[in-house]
């Protein structure tokens, strides 16, 4: 995760107002200012996150509510949404809308989002907890209900999930299968998966003047977050700007960070790893990713990731999986999964 607090949005008191559940018991029981909601930003470390959820969680669990999620999931409305998300309702559909929201969640939550689709181009978003503390069983549910939430009320159908995947511990009431027309299967993945229709059907929310509008201010507050990151994480979330231009080099990051390629080298040392090394890795998770997407060619993805000619990407594919791109889009498995150490960093970054 990129930084080590982030900001809590205002709009859900909204949400504990609407749910009957009184604020202040909220913030005594969580052991957080009384007057938390009139600081500006509202920022919260994981662990106060956290105690957030658990005391919302505790406050329904004693007035007998064993349903909370379900209930968070109807209570949801475009009035509460925060700017990340109501930015994302302003996207073409579902998947536009999950791609967004990928890249702004550092900003409203404590994990990160991939997204993926498959052959069939139905699209899959699994969520991953920071590593060290137990997660709240009602923010893990709700986060679940959320997808649905906001594919519902941008489409203004009643979108259903087709799978739907949780670590045990995650509560399984009837009420919850019923709100999400399906059973939580059983894995140490949290994810939720969605058809290729309903991935494309059009949000009649979307707002692309708005979204246009939103994106500056967004990108400005990921980029305060993760001025408290790791220089690592920096150079990558750097790279994800540079490398669709076609600018791998140092020289470009650097001009994305405001800082001189030697104090950056000179970080990087610090932190035990090189600006190659980084470059290296983030180009084989995007090369991972891109090759997900059946409507991207091979040229078309050694473009994206900054590199000259095609070439220069299968010799760097061959070096990070022993395999080809193309025999790996067809054959996923352990070729693509796995990630043998690389050793040839300097020599494929060009």
Known sequence: MAGARFDLEPSIKALLRDLDIPVSRVLRRAELPADLFAQR????????????WEAIDAEAAAAGRADLAVEIGNAISVEMFAPPIFAALCSPNLATAATRLAAHKPLIGPLRIDVDSDDAGRLTITYRWPSGEDVPPLLATAELVFWVALARIGTRETVRPVVVTAPTWVPRTEALRSHLCTR???????????????????????????????????????????????????????????????????????????????????????????????????????????????????????????????????????????????????????????????????????
């Open 184 to 350: 939580i299967i059983s894995s140490e993945t949290f994810s939720i998966t969605f058809t290729a229709l309903d991935a494309k059907r059009p949000f009649l929310t979307e707002n692309d003047q708005m979204w246009r509008v939103f994106a500056p201010d967004l990108r400005r507050r990921l980029f305060d977050l993760q001025a408290t990151a790791s220089v690592a994480d920096r150079v990558r979330a750097a790279l994800l700007e540079t490398l669709p231009g076609g600018d791998p080099s140092i020289a470009a990051v650097t001009g994305e960070l405001a800082v001189s390629a030697r104090t950056l080298q000179r970080q990087l040392r610090d932190e035990g790893t090189t600006f190659q090394t980084v470059l290296a890795d983030t180009r084989h998770d995007l090369a991972r990713h891109y090759l997900r997407q059946n409507n991207l060619r091979t040229s078309e993805i050694a473009y994206l990731l900054g590199y000259a000619d095609t070439n220069s990407f299968y010799r760097a594919f061959k070096t990070w999986t022993g395999t080809t791109p193309e025999a790996a889009r067809l054959d996923r498995a352990p070729a693509v999964a796995e990630r043998p150490a690389m050793q040839h960093h300097e020599a494929e970054a060009r």
């Open 41 to 52: 930003p509202i920022e919260l470390s994981v662990a106060e996150y956290y105690r957030f």
